[in-house]
């Protein structure tokens, strides 16, 4: 492949919505082969119901991880935070010698060294990937920070892809830096958002808050902005509180405290349990629906 090619096959370790985004972004630019391994394609519930999706754009990997990487030289792993590791330890005995393993997970620095030995011990090219934005509405043109030994060649790549990629230094955890470090206030602010509005919803005080905030602060359009962070938490909460929990490696190992980061990760967990629907896009209800399943 040549480094301003589109490769013709890539893999996916992770199938869900970045690996999704991603390829529906592609649209008619999709490479011709498309393999993925997700841990739900060993449920034969729903591998049938993944492969439909894209029809022979994509062969999903069996249970054996091989069957997706065989042949590859382009790997996405795209999984949660929590796993990225294990999926890389998973996935380096079948890696193709010199293939591009595009770690996009959002993952402490030392995480993503711990990775980067594995697979660079088994002979693949390991790039640090950050993914600074919600994959929708952008999807493919979601903004990417790129860094490590390799990555030039993952910028190839992903320019190669219509991606949108940023070098941000040559070392293995400089992406991932930022990437963290920036979730202390992104996801920080969702889990203050919770805390303040579903304790004030629940004192019924919730009008004379918003209203003081909205004061102190006109800048920020509160009822939205609070009807935002409730919903991501709510649908999100579980693989954000993974990304936190690496965050507040992240912050512990710069020898700082990191209790608010370890907070986030607790308003994270309690919003996304209990499987409440966010609903229409109204704050109250929203809070409402929250505290139901709290």
């Given at each position: 492949?040549?480094?301003?090619?589109?490769?013709?096959?890539?893999?996916?370790?992770?199938?869900?919505?970045?690996?999704?985004?991603?390829?529906?972004?592609?649209?008619?630019g999709?490479?011709?082969?498309?393999?993925?391994?997700d841990?739900?394609?060993?449920?034969?519930?729903?591998?049938?119901?993944?492969?439909?999706c894209?029809?022979?754009?994509?062969?999903?990997g069996?249970?054996?991880?091989?069957?997706a990487?065989?042949?590859?030289p382009v790997i996405?792993?795209?999984?949660?935070?929590?796993?990225?590791l294990?999926a890389?330890?998973?996935a380096a005995p079948?890696?193709?010698?010199?293939?591009?393993?595009?770690?996009?997970?959002?993952c402490?620095?030392?995480?993503?060294?711990?990775?980067?030995?594995?697979?660079?011990?088994?002979?693949?090219r390991?790039?640090?990937?950050?993914?600074?934005?919600?994959?929708?509405?952008?999807?493919?043109?979601?903004?990417?920070l790129?860094?490590?030994?390799?990555?030039?060649?993952?910028i190839s790549?992903?320019?190669a892809?219509?991606?949108k990629?940023?070098l941000?230094?040559?070392?293995?955890?400089?992406?991932?830096s930022?990437?963290?470090?920036?979730?202390?206030?992104?996801k920080?602010?969702?889990?203050?958002?919770?805390?303040?509005?579903?304790?004030?919803?629940?004192?019924?005080?919730?009008?004379?808050?918003?209203?003081?905030?909205?004061?102190?602060?006109?800048?920020?359009?509160?009822?939205?902005?609070g009807?935002y962070?409730?919903?991501?938490?709510?649908?999100?909460?579980?693989?954000?509180?993974?990304?936190?929990?690496?965050?507040?490696k992240?912050?512990?190992?710069?020898?700082?405290?990191?209790?608010?980061?370890?907070?986030t990760v607790q308003?994270?967990?309690?919003l996304?349990?209990?499987?409440?629907?966010?609903?229409?896009?109204?704050?109250?209800g929203?809070?409402?629906?929250?505290?139901?399943?709290?």
């Amino acid at each position: 492949m040549q480094s301003d090619e589109r490769p013709g096959h890539l893999a996916f370790i992770g199938f869900g919505e970045a690996a999704q985004a991603f390829i529906s972004g592609w649209a008619e630019g999709r490479p011709d082969r498309i393999t993925a391994y997700d841990l739900k394609t060993e449920d034969p519930e729903t591998r049938p119901e993944m492969t439909a999706c894209y029809g022979s754009f994509l062969v999903i990997g069996g249970a054996a991880v091989s069957d997706a990487l065989t042949g590859a030289p382009v790997i996405f792993s795209v999984v949660t935070a929590d796993q990225a590791l294990a999926a890389a330890e998973a996935a380096a005995p079948h890696v193709e010698q010199g293939a591009l393993w595009l770690d996009c997970n959002s993952c402490a620095p030392e995480t993503k060294r711990r990775a980067a030995e594995v697979l660079e011990a088994a002979g693949a090219r390991y790039v640090d990937v950050a993914v600074m934005a919600p994959v929708h509405p952008k999807k493919h043109l979601v903004p990417l920070l790129v860094s490590g030994p390799h990555a030039e060649a993952g910028i190839s790549v992903l320019d190669a892809l219509g991606m949108k990629p940023t070098l941000a230094g040559a070392d293995i955890g400089a992406a991932s830096s930022i990437k963290m470090l920036r979730s202390v206030m992104v996801k920080g602010l969702e889990a203050l958002t919770a805390e303040c509005f579903l304790a004030a919803r629940r004192a019924g005080v919730e009008e004379q808050v918003i209203a003081s905030l909205e004061a102190s602060d006109p800048d920020i359009a509160w009822r939205r902005r609070g009807a935002y962070n409730i919903e991501r938490m709510m649908v999100h909460g579980a693989r954000r509180a993974a990304e936190m929990q690496e965050v507040a490696k992240t912050v512990s190992a710069l020898d700082l405290p990191n209790a608010m980061s370890a907070a986030t990760v607790q308003w994270q967990e309690a919003l996304s349990q209990g499987g409440a629907e966010p609903g229409d896009d109204d704050l109250t209800g929203r809070l409402d629906r929250a505290l139901s399943a709290l």
